[in-house]
């Protein structure tokens, strides 16, 4: 079973990487954006015509939700013209596509972890584009799985975890928002997730389970309590200070509450999933 992985050099391209030599059975092809350029129809065509992949991982991304506000072109390219680009070549080639969305097509407002049912209001140009990526997949074809994450980090690319390593060596006091809530999510734990569903459509040919789906690692937290954890974790002794959201403005609004429920993909593929603590441990520094 061929697997194509888009955005090889991302965070969770890394993390795909980094498990694949598990599964012998999956034949993985990264490609990064010189390899594959998801906005190019044309070349998803032909590299799809190449490797013909059973499987596609969207792992390919604009993330950079503050920049988002001002290059709204650019996150569009990516998020919804790429996104349109790879859900029109799967269905062309009859390959099943696994999107990766996020947890900010959601405002916040909500008192309860998200469902896939839940109505979406993105609060921001990146939530909006990553929301109107999913749309136009669910318009062009059926044979896709849509997989809603949150807070992601690794040992792997920039993410929260390793930013905030880095500021404690370089001072000694950080302030962090304690009013923002969500689940921090290792993303070797959502590139095995993703395996897994591969591995159960492998099994299961004729079930049909695709739709739309969240994954985060289990619990909630705030990013102060995540960054307190981290320096807990990796002994690291530092001032830190909770603050709200209003001392640090940042262009784009963050969800004030973004939990996701996961009842719905547990259910479905079985699958275990370890509280945001313990795998945080996994890969103390």
Same mark, same amino acid.
């Given at each position: 079973m061929v697997v194509l992985v888009t955005g090889a050099n991302g965070q969770l391209g890394q993390?795909?990487?980094?498990?694949?030599?598990?599964y012998l059975n999956l034949n993985f092809v990264f490609c990064n954006s010189t390899d594959l350029d998801i906005s190019n129809k044309e070349n998803c065509q032909a590299?799809?015509? /190449?490797?013909?992949?059973?499987?596609?991982?969207?792992?390919?991304?604009?993330?950079?939700?503050?920049?988002?506000?001002?290059?709204q072109d650019k996150a569009e390219l990516i998020n919804v013209i790429g996104?349109?680009?790879?859900?029109?070549?799967?269905?062309?080639?009859?390959?099943?596509l696994i999107h990766i969305s996020t947890d900010f097509v959601?405002?916040?407002?909500?008192?309860?972890?998200?469902?896939?049912?839940?109505?979406?209001?993105?609060?921001? #140009?990146?939530?909006?584009?990553?929301?109107?990526?999913?749309? #136009?997949?669910?318009? #062009?074809?059926? /044979?896709?799985?849509?997989?809603?994450?949150?807070?992601?980090?690794?040992?792997?690319g920039n993410n929260?975890?390793?930013t905030?390593?880095?500021?404690? @060596?370089?001072?000694?006091?950080?302030?962090?928002?304690?009013?923002?809530?969500g689940t921090p999510t290792n993303a070797v734990d959502l590139a095995e997730a993703l395996v897994q569903i591969i591995l159960n459509n492998n099994q299961q040919p004729t079930a049909n389970h695709f739709g739309t789906y969240?994954? @985060?690692?289990?619990?909630?937290? @705030?990013?102060?309590?995540?960054? /307190?954890?981290?320096?807990?974790?990796?002994?690291?002794?530092i001032d830190l200070k909770a603050i709200p959201t209003s001392e640090f403005p940042t262009p784009a609004q963050r969800p004030k509450y973004s939990v996701l429920d996961k009842r /719905?993909?547990?259910?479905?593929?079985?699958?275990p999933i370890k509280t945001w603590e313990e795998s945080l441990k996994s890969i103390k520094i």
């Open positions: 993390a795909i990487q980094h498990i694949a030599k598990s590299v799809f015509h /190449k490797i013909k992949p059973d499987f596609c991982i969207n792992a390919a991304a604009y993330t950079a939700v503050d920049k988002a506000e001002s290059e996104a349109k680009n790879l859900a029109e070549t799967c269905n062309e080639f009859d390959t099943k959601f405002d916040g407002s909500n008192d309860k972890p998200y469902s896939e049912t839940d109505i979406p209001n993105p609060k921001g #140009v990146y939530g909006q584009t990553k929301l109107d990526g999913e749309k #136009v997949i669910q318009a #062009v074809f059926s /044979k896709y799985y849509i997989i809603r994450t949150s807070w992601v980090y690794s040992l792997f929260f975890m390793k905030m390593l880095r500021l404690a @060596s370089e001072r000694t006091s950080l302030s962090v928002v304690n009013d923002q809530m969240h994954f @985060s690692n289990e619990g909630q937290c @705030s990013w102060y309590d995540f960054a /307190k954890k981290i320096f807990e974790i990796n002994n690291i002794n /719905k993909i547990k259910s479905t593929f079985g699958l």
